[in-house]
């Protein structure tokens, strides 16, 4: 499905950067802004800034002067509003609406007089402004009306957040990004039996020579040592650097005893 996500009245520049940048984090690149506070809030400085790379988007975004014009070709309407209607959709979570949406359990309208089918045209998130939300009219002709679970002694949100927010359910439910992982792709060579027991040998060697092992009463200190370079199941590489620290405590000065 196409995505695009609409901006209505939008009064602080800041928030059309934000929203370009969140926007772009999962993928998505429509943007459309309703009669900004700003004609040329798409090139203000506070807008660049807060985009923080996404600049792709903001020269993609379009200003338009009317909703109308803003949901062309868009079928599926999702607006945005912390507070229920009496007389407006239904008011769902963004996750549990946006899974209903992508298993096709909700029927997306056709846009009027095309000839669409719905898998053909969008979806639509309509965002108002920062300080009175979304219009009672503009929220009556939506599909849904998306709430975000949050404290309700606090619940209100930023708009970039918002965006973010709504804008990450929507990437997981279309499938989301693999995630990856900064672990090496097979697991290094384990150093063998003979290399961790001349480690073991050194080590007893330094351990001694500083006064911290006494031969003559080692107790377990040595296969609790072995026990626990067991368990970090240690590279050759690593064993490398263990008996480097033991030659270097050879070669320090021996505590007087």
């Known amino acids: ?58 020269a993609r975004a379009r200003i338009v002067e009317t909703l109308d014009e803003a949901l062309d070709g868009m079928s599926h309407l999702c607006a945005t509003a912390m507070t229920p209607r009496d007389f407006g959709p239904p008011t769902r979570t963004p996750r549990a609406h946006l899974e209903m949406l992508v298993k096709g359990e909700l029927q997306a309208a056709p846009v009027a007089g095309d000839g669409a089918t719905p898998a053909e045209t969008g979806v639509a998130f309509l965002f108002g402004c920062e300080r009175f939300g979304m219009a009672n009219e503009d929220v009556y002709r939506c599909d849904v009306a998306l709430s975000i679970p949050s404290n309700p002694q606090f619940g209100s949100l930023n708009l970039g957040a918002a965006i973010q927010l709504i804008a990450y359910e929507w990437r997981q439910a279309l499938g989301g990004f693999a995630v990856e992982n900064a672990a090496p792709a097979q697991l290094p060579d384990r150093a063998d039996a003979a290399q961790v027991a001349g480690m073991l040998g050194h080590w007893e060697q330094a351990l001694t020579h500083l006064g911290f092992l006494d031969p003559a009463a080692p107790k377990k200190l040595m296969p609790r040592l072995n026990q626990l370079f067991n368990r970090a199941q240690l590279s050759p590489e690593e064993i490398h650097i263990l008996r480097g620290v033991a030659k270097t405590m050879l070669q320090s000065t021996a505590p007087n005893r």
């Open 1 to 58: 499905m196409k995505t695009r996500f609409v901006l209505i009245q939008t009064s602080h520049a800041g928030n059309v950067g934000a929203a370009a940048r969140a926007m772009k984090t999962m993928g998505f690149d429509d943007l459309v802004l309703v009669a900004p506070r700003w004609a040329n809030v798409l090139r203000r400085e506070e807008t660049i800034q807060r985009a923080s790379g996404a600049l792709d988007v903001l």
